[in-house]
């Protein structure tokens, strides 16, 4: 299970539901989301290759050489959402403004209309630093919908999106992901779009060192 802390204050607790086959052995997951540990939205739409694939893909961005020259500070870089894994040479992958990685809803026959949903989107920003110039900087924008209608958001680093994806991965409900650690955003579209097996980071850091214990995307507890 992955927890983060949103703007409003709320813990947004995410765990994997096993989905299993006719001999009960798993193969997919959906989601069920909690706000405060009490529940919050049901996510239908199998999700763990595509949320696998994701983390594969900002944790080799991180590592990316094309991407430090953009982005110096690790937490900036993010691959491009879409098809290609690699980092825009357009100006539009340095503009501000957001684009999104995925939306996940109930899809399930018997969800109701506006059951939940989970949105995941890069959003890029400038801040004006005076003689400085311009900074600018990027995240991934977490949000959430429950069934009243009350939504949620948590804004979070790349190092924070692998560990908050791994966590949920990880969980007792998670499938077995496993796979080779891609060494490049090229690599990492390239091994996940023919084989579709996600690759498997080293738990605990990313793949610059950083630790991941120092970050919001916590564990909730058991």
Do not use: K
């Not at 802390?5 to 539901?17: E, I, K, N, T, Y």
């Not at 096993?18 to 909690?34: K, S, V, W």
């Not at 501000?96 to 209309?113: I, K, N, S, V, W």
């Not at 069934?147 to 560990?163: D, F, H, P, Q």
């Amino acid at each position: 299970m992955g927890a983060l802390r949103c703007v409003d204050g709320s813990l947004l607790s995410v765990a994997a539901v096993a989905c299993r086959d006719r001999l009960g052995n798993p193969y997919e997951i959906t989601l069920a989301l909690a706000r405060d540990h009490s529940p919050f939205a049901a996510i239908g739409e199998r999700c763990g290759f595509r949320l696998a694939r994701l983390a594969a893909l900002v944790s080799a961005a991180r590592e990316d050489p094309a991407q430090a020259a953009a982005w110096p500070d690790p937490d900036d870089r993010f691959p491009e959402p879409g098809d290609e894994p690699h980092v825009r040479s357009s100006l539009d992958a340095y503009l501000p403004g957001e684009r999104e990685y995925f939306a996940l809803r109930a899809r399930d026959r018997t969800d109701l209309p506006g059951n939940g949903e989970l949105r995941c989107s890069l959003r890029a920003s400038a801040e004006w630093l005076g003689a400085v110039g311009w900074r600018l900087s990027r995240r991934a924008v977490l949000e959430a919908w429950g069934g009243s209608g009350i939504g949620v958001r948590a804004v979070l680093t790349s190092a924070e999106l692998v560990t908050f994806l791994d966590t949920v991965l990880e969980g007792p409900g998670g499938v077995s992901l496993a796979g080779p650690v891609p060494g490049s955003a090229g690599a990492a579209g390239e091994q996940l779009g023919a084989s579709r097996r996600p690759a498997r980071r080293q738990r605990g850091r990313v793949p610059d060192g950083t630790a991941r214990t120092r970050l919001p995307a916590l564990r909730a507890p058991a």
